[in-house]
């Protein structure tokens, strides 16, 4: 069976306006009994730092906060094993934004669905395409909504786009479970080494834009293995 699997990486927006940053509201915070000023300005500070130490990573995985910096989709013979095609593309620097990555993600995505080709991904439903949808929004690129709402159908047997996320945990969020566990569980291997999506932000800053190309690819790879060797237990 020919398959088309895909997967995106996301950092924070650069060009989100300031008035659309995530901000640290203090009247947010319930004080409790704390009634010592002292310690209700201790108390707000930390809650602080910890707000600013993971604001990149809400904005990260925020559809209307982040950015794309890279996308991979694979063309995949599952019979044979190998790959038949794949489109690849990488942000990088400042002065580059993620048009081309979304332009190309949605032209590689319409490719698979015109072709009546299943497309696989790993919480695909939940994030990437609502990610892609919002940066296609943003970016001005055209696409068809008929075919987003298709692929982002949350149903058993949604034979357009097989979410191995949901489809292994039986549509029930309780039992989700990361990729890496079923790739170890049936082994077909591990995710890569030393870097998972935490890293991603850290590492596009470093300059390190291949290494985040290489892990996605590496992620999609695995996904559409994954769908070969349970392909038989959940095509319709």
Known sequence: MKIFGFDIET??????????????????????????????????????????GNKNKIMSIDPSLCEVCAFVGIFYDTQKEQIVDETKVSVVGDEDNDYEAIYQGWDAIKQAYNAKMP??????????????????????????????????????????????????????????????????????????EGMDGSMVFDTWKNGEHQKILDYCRDDVLETCKLFARIEPWIVY
């Open 11 to 52: 950092i924070p927006c650069r060009d989100l306006p300031s008035e659309c940053v995530p901000a640290f509201n203090p009247g947010d915070i319930k004080l409790g009994n704390l009634k010592d000023p002292a310690k209700i300005k201790a108390k707000l500070e930390e809650v602080r730092l910890g707000f600013e």
């Open 119 to 192: 497309i696989v991904s790993y919480n695909g439903i939940g994030f990437d395409l609502p990610v892609m949808q919002h940066r296609a929004i943003y970016n001005d690129i055209p696409f068809s909504p008929r075919m987003y709402s298709l692929l982002t159908k949350k149903w058993e047997g949604n034979a357009h786009h097989y979410d191995l996320m949901l489809v292994l945990s039986g549509w029930n969020n309780t039992r989700w479970k990361k990729l890496d566990f079923y790739l170890k569980r049936l082994n077909l291997g591990s995710k890569t």
